[in-house]
């Protein structure tokens, strides 16, 4: 299938800046959406932003709009999370995901997680 690995977090001071680096391997022909998720404590995990694998298309959820931006590279298979004007309660773990597609023994999406990455911005 698809192993995801993440990079980039760390810790950082509100109004600063992270990039987020996720590396795709196996079967990535079969991928079509890379994003991220992520979880804050005592809270369940939410979908920050996705793009298309071909057709660049992209999603951001209402609270990362104009601050966080994704991008990817198709020869690389990484997708990468560029996050500006960081504020505390970005703080979580964030969770590369990529979805893909089977056909055998019948067809259906999979899902695939990264391990997660730590981003904790202090105030």
């Known amino acids: 299938q698809v192993q995801l690995v993440e990079s980039g977090g760390g810790l950082v001071h509100a109004g600063g800046s992270l990039r987020l680096s996720c590396a795709a391997s196996?079967?990535?022909?079969?991928?079509?959406?890379m994003g991220w998720f992520r979880q804050a404590p005592g809270k369940d995990r939410e979908s920050v932003s996705a793009?298309?694998?071909?057709?660049?298309?992209?999603y951001y959820a209402d609270s990362v709009k104009g601050r966080f931006a994704i991008s990817r590279d198709n020869a690389k298979n990484t997708v990468y999370l560029q996050m500006n004007s960081l504020k505390p309660e970005d703080t979580a773990v964030y969770y590369c995901n990529a979805q893909t597609i089977a056909t055998t023994p019948v067809w259906r999406y999979l899902q695939h997680w990264g391990q997660g990455t730590l981003v904790t911005v202090s105030s």
């Open positions: 793009i298309g694998w071909s057709g660049g298309i992209t």
């Open positions: 196996g079967r990535t022909s079969s991928i079509y959406v």
